[in-house]
């Protein structure tokens, strides 16, 4: 979108607070909602501003506890918008890091800026091809690494940033992988049930796959990850959870189980990434066993439990990368 003039982007901030003082932060803007809720079969029943109504644990502008603290950047599933992980957001953040939620401009169904502009997804409006979905991936790649330099040189809030890794969904796990070989200075990866697109590259830093058991699992229908495990030769990790579809790392799921019990709008089905159809259809099941590999092991099975929760602050910032 060139005449949009610099790229801007969106990055929502957890980090832990000395006391829950400040607004709520919202969950998205009414905006953001309407637009969403446009994409969801019967969402035009629902007022516009459902789902801007999701209650979260953060507030905006509360003193950070500490001063110093290692980073975790997140980026999102293709269309998905980065509130999607506000659930996974507060929950490292009441761990002890600091995490920054990156949104990809003309990616998101919707993104509002602090100007009141809202921008949807450009790009969705192209054929999903592996050659596009590459494409969208070297331009995440570059996203993170302009905001890495952002963070580390205007430490917002007055905070110091120590180690990095990075967490993503879908595409974003994807990009995760290739952050990691373009930039040394991340140096954890997490996909959370992404595809691998391009192929995966290799890395000699841990890096995780997490994912669903139906298509992620060692010899499932999405071959990449199959490929993509000689290449990582840190101290990696293979898991899957039973029960769980592509969206269950995500809040959506959650988000449906509250708005069915009170019959209000369920969440947004945000569109696959390119050439990622596969996944049936969002379902939620409380609890899991997870399954997992390791560079030196074959497959064996170890009951695992996973819970989210927390208490959280937040900030926001707004990033511009220049073209060229």
Known sequence: MPADGPRQLMVSLWYPA???KGTTARYVTPEESALILRGVPGGEN????????????????????RRSLPLVVMSPGFTFPRATLTALGEDLDSRGYLVAAVEHTYESVATTFPDGRTTTCVVCRQQQTDELGARVAKVRVADISFVLDHLLKRAPLGLRIGKIAMVGHSMGGNSAAHTMAADQR???????DGTFLPEAPTLTRPFMMFGTTTG???????TSWDSAWPHLKGANQWLTVTGA???????????????SANRSASPPRPSPAPAQSKSPAPT?????????????DPPQTSPKSYVIQGDSCSSR?????RRG
């Open 186 to 192: 991340v140096r954890v990866g997490v996909n959370l």
């Open 216 to 222: 992620h699992s060692p010899g499932g229908r999405d």
């Open 317 to 321: 910032l707004v990033c511009q990368r």
């Open 245 to 259: 579809d592509h969206s269950s790392f995500t809040d959506p799921p959650s988000l449906t189980m509250r708005s």
């Open 46 to 65: 629902h007022p516009p501003d459902t789902i801007a109504k999701t209650r979260t644990h953060a507030r905006v502008g509360a003193p950070p506890s």
């Open 284 to 296: 939620w099941r409380p609890s899991s066993t997870a399954t997992y590999a390791t560079s030196t």
């Open 18 to 20: 000395t006391a829950k």
